[in-house]
């Protein structure tokens, strides 16, 4: 593998990040404050964790895609997230090579980090987000 690509977090959908919250901070880590991503619909807060995070995710609307998660799978991961040198171009070069994407392009999310989302169907079946500068 590359150094210049690392796991950067793993998503996990939960009703409540004040609930979630709690476990977390019993095993000893630090859950961050809880941020608005309003183009998404979601409450986020990370908790890192030896170089990588957890994402808690929120949904803010029923009808958003973590509400709609949610509701039909429960609470669990959602997706996992990969951090890479240059994300403009690793979403021009996947896009090229035929891979299919969940995102029609980068966007900026929480802490203003760029990402884009990668289609299960092109990873395993695992939703793929890809972060970087």
């Known amino acids: 593998m590359s150094d210049a690509i690392r796991l950067d977090h793993v998503g996990v959908a939960v009703r409540s990040i004040a609930a979630a919250r709690g476990f977390y901070e019993l095993m000893g880590f630090e859950v961050g404050a809880a941020e608005e ?3 998404e619909a979601v409450r986020v807060a990370m908790v890192p964790m030896d170089g990588s995070r957890v994402e808690l995710i929120e949904a803010t609307a ?9 509701a039909r799978r429960g609470e669990g991961v959602h997706h996992l997230a990969v951090r890479v040198d240059g994300v403009d171009a ?22 203003g980090h760029r990402y884009f989302f990668v289609h299960p169907e092109s990873t395993g079946g695992v939703l793929m987000e890809v972060v970087g500068e």
């Open 62 to 70: 029923e009808d958003s895609v973590i509400g709609r998660f949610v």
């Open 90 to 111: 690793e979403f021009e070069r996947l896009r090229a090579a035929g891979v299919r994407m969940a995102s029609e392009n980068v966007k900026v999310g929480a802490g």
């Open 37 to 39: 991503i309003a183009h």
